[in-house]
């Protein structure tokens, strides 16, 4: 299984993007992804993440109403877009996939906080630089 993430760049504050986080020879069926960021100086944060088998999804507070997390099951792929872009979301940002058993699926908003560890896989990132 690989993840890569796409749609980085360099944009001015108050601007979008529209990252990607695509998985490939990948045959899980109940899963959550999540995207997690790390600015220079700064330690990992989660941002948002969701469970793909319903489409639920949290939020960190310092992206709620900025950025929208959604998914397309039959690509198993990610989308993270992200609006109302500000400097200090200047960071790598990187996708992480936790399985889980049907039935069984985990709340969404600690996953989150989960050490990098307990995920399954994740990916390289694409950077992201905002400028004012």
């Known amino acids: 299984v690989q993840l890569v993430e796409s749609g980085g760049g360099l944009v001015q504050a108050g601007g979008s993007l529209r990252l990607s986080c695509a998985a490939s020879?990948?045959?899980?069926?109940?899963?959550?992804i999540a995207w997690f960021r790390q600015g220079p100086g700064k330690d990992r944060e989660g941002i948002t993440v969701i469970r793909t088998t319903d489409g639920s999804a949290a939020y960190a507070d310092s992206v709620k109403g900025r950025f929208t997390i959604s998914s397309d099951r039959t690509k198993h792929t990610a989308f993270l877009q992200m609006d109302s872009l500000k400097p200090e979301d200047t960071a790598l940002y990187y996708c992480e996939i936790l399985l889980f058993l049907g039935g069984s699926a985990p709340p969404l908003a600690p996953i989150l906080s989960r050490h990098p560890a307990e995920f399954d896989y994740w990916g390289q990132g694409t950077q992201v630089t905002v400028y004012s």
């Open positions: 020879e990948f045959h899980f069926e109940n899963y959550a």
